[in-house]
């Protein structure tokens, strides 16, 4: 082979497009089919259900008629280019059958992927050579609660805005514990960052040290602006909010409350 035909081979191997092949176009195997086509992947997509062939061919996509636990599969598509296989069947059985027999015949470079309904059958995927295998539920539930700790911020977050708005024009005394750490002086900086933008005039006060010398570059770089508590007297301030305090007169200069 000339030169030039070598480079020509090598230009065209490098544009080709890495393939990925979908077992089972359930909802999360079209879900996914339709998230890979959106970035422009290369999709074949298997199942054994004719009108549902039928119907992802006229929407385009690449589509095989056949069992996913049919040995002979295998035989019959083109794997050339395939960067990985996920076996997206809602029946446990079908896709173990499927890794067993792809696992035999596919270059090692393939990653496989497979869904499982519990702990027992992904034990068993995994067994089979799977290189990862998941479990719907499993996933939702860690999204959810993801989601539920973006909801519990935005919670803390829209109270402290009402309450901050709610003494709009008033002094506010941020106390942080006594001889503080970067922590709790950056803490402090936020809120009273924060009740500025809602009106809110705000002095970070502190009693004790600025112990370690990183910690006194770190409020000196940054033009810190911190008070002692003993230059204030907390009648001065109309409100005043604790930062690594649990309650007033514990590790902080604030009078305790009166039982």
């Not at 049919?70 to 076996?87: G, S």
Request: with cysteine; aromatic share 4%; charged share 30%.
């Amino acid at each position: 082979m000339s030169s030039s035909s070598k480079d020509a081979d090598s230009s065209l191997k490098s544009t080709v497009k890495p393939r990925y092949l979908i077992l089972g176009s359930g909802s999360i195997g079209f879900a996914l089919a339709k998230e890979l086509r959106e970035s422009n992947k290369l999709v074949i997509i298997v199942d054994k259900d004719e009108a549902k062939v039928e119907t992802l061919r006229e929407e385009g996509f690449e589509t095989i008629l056949g069992d996913i636990s049919d040995p002979e599969l295998v035989n019959n598509i083109d794997l050339k280019n395939v960067v990985a296989i996920l076996f997206l069947s809602s029946n446990n059985e079908a896709n173990r059958k499927g890794i067993e027999n792809f696992k035999k015949v596919v270059n090692p470079d393939i990653q496989i992927f497979s869904r499982a309904s519990d702990i027992i059958n992904k034990e068993k995927m995994e067994d089979l050579g799977s290189d990862y295998v998941f479990m719907p539920s499993k996933l939702v539930a860690s999204s959810l609660s993801r989601s539920l700790e973006r909801a519990e911020s935005v919670h803390r977050g829209n109270r402290l805005a009402r309450w901050l708005k709610g003494i709009r024009d008033k002094k506010l005394a941020i106390v942080i514990h006594d001889n503080p750490d970067p922590d709790a002086i950056s803490s402090g900086l936020a809120l009273k960052e924060i009740a500025k933008s809602l009106g809110v005039e705000a002095n970070i006060l502190y009693h004790g040290r600025i112990g370690h010398q990183e910690n006194k570059a770190f409020v000196n770089l940054l033009g810190i602006d911190l008070s002692k508590m003993e230059e204030h007297d907390p009648k001065d301030f109309d409100e005043i909010a604790l930062i690594d305090c649990s309650i007033p007169g514990v590790n902080n200069m604030v009078p305790p409350i009166p039982m």
